[in-house]
T-cell receptor, first 112, second 117 residues
Framework: SQKIEQNSEALNIQEGKTATLTCNYT??????LQWYRQDPGRGPVFLLL?????KEKRKERLKVTFDTTLKQSLFHITASQPADSATYLC???????????FGSGTKLNVKP | GAVVSQHPSRVICKSGTSVKIECRSL??????MFWYRQFPKKSLMLMAT?????????EQGVEKDKFLINHASLTLSTLTVTSAHPEDSSFYIC?????????????FGPGTRLTVL
């Protein structure tokens, strides 16, 4: 079965630095890989989607890379701010059935 | 982005009662809705996939008689937790997806916190 791992449970960084979160998966390569932000007690909010034939995607201070050889996606937040503090989840679409499975999430803490 | 609502946002019930949670896509028609549950500090666990007008597809280990899903229209899906027990206490989140959407992504509701006493 597919396993999705996100680097650490928590990541603490200083304001202004770049936060890098990882998402690794085993077995099948997904058609899509997505990143979501989740605040406590709220539903996830979509951030970025990257397809299997794309290497990199950017949106403002966010950047996602997708390496199907390494079976890994990296999620970067540049010039991080305390407001970026949240849990970030990666989600994979298995077999292109539009059914998504989520990683366990990484809690990002950006300290002022 | 698209808006998905859930009702109620919070519910407390006694053991043995049934609870219904509604998920609505407010500004688009969702051919597919997904139901997840999330335990504290854990990720979302997909429970079932619901397509409008057909039976829901449940993930392995999820009891379909326990968690009844109905997707009666393109904008409404309901999850009923039958004969709830304390172990059913969790955060339930729905999401909606439409193939007409440009981003091929799901839009999530705000979640429903269920507490069974």
């Amino acid at each position: 079965s597919q396993k999705i791992e996100q680097n650490s449970e928590a990541l603490n960084i200083q304001e202004g630095k770049t936060a890098t979160l990882t998402c690794n998966y085993t077995n099948y390569s997904p058609a899509y890989l997505q990143w979501y932000r989740q605040d406590p007690g709220r539903g996830p909010v979509f951030l970025l989607l990257i397809r299997e034939n794309e290497k990199e995607k950017r949106k403002e201070r966010l950047k996602v890379t997708f390496d199907t050889t390494l079976k890994q996606s990296l999620f970067h937040i540049t010039a991080s701010q305390p407001a970026d503090s949240a849990t970030y989840l990666c989600a994979l679409d298995l077999y292109n059935f539009n059914k998504f499975y989520f990683g366990s999430g990484t809690k990002l803490n950006v300290k002022p | 982005g698209a808006v998905v609502s859930q009702h109620p946002s919070r519910v407390i019930c006694k053991s043995g009662t049934s609870v219904k949670i509604e998920c609505r896509s407010l500004d688009f028609q969702a051919t597919t809705m997904f139901w997840y549950r999330q335990f504290p500090k854990k990720s979302l666990m997909l429970m079932a996939t619901s397509n409008e007008g057909s039976k829901a597809t449940y993930e392995q280990g999820v009891e379909k008689d326990k968690f009844l899903i109905n997707h009666a229209s393109l904008t409404l899906s309901t999850l009923t937790v039958t004969s709830a027990h304390p172990e059913d206490s969790s955060f339930y989140i729905c999401s909606a997806w439409s193939p007409a959407g440009a981003t091929d992504t799901q839009y999530f509701g705000p979640g429903t916190r269920l507490t069974v006493l």
